[in-house]
């Protein structure tokens, strides 16, 4: 959304910058850290499949 930061999961970490999309599987560590001087504004969409 806003804002730029640091994404790290498995043994990649990149740059998220607004408009990016990341996709992995959310029972992987994770971390997104805010790297601005300005708020980062993230949206964070998961589901649970059936039996988890």
Known sequence: MS????L??????GVLRAGDVAAFDSRMPHQIRNDG???????????LQPGD
Do not use: C, E, H, N
């Open 3 to 6: 804002g730029t930061g640091t």
């Open 8 to 13: 790290t999961f498995a043994d990649q970490t």
């Open 37 to 47: 001087p300005d708020p980062l504004l993230a949206i964070s969409v998961y589901w």
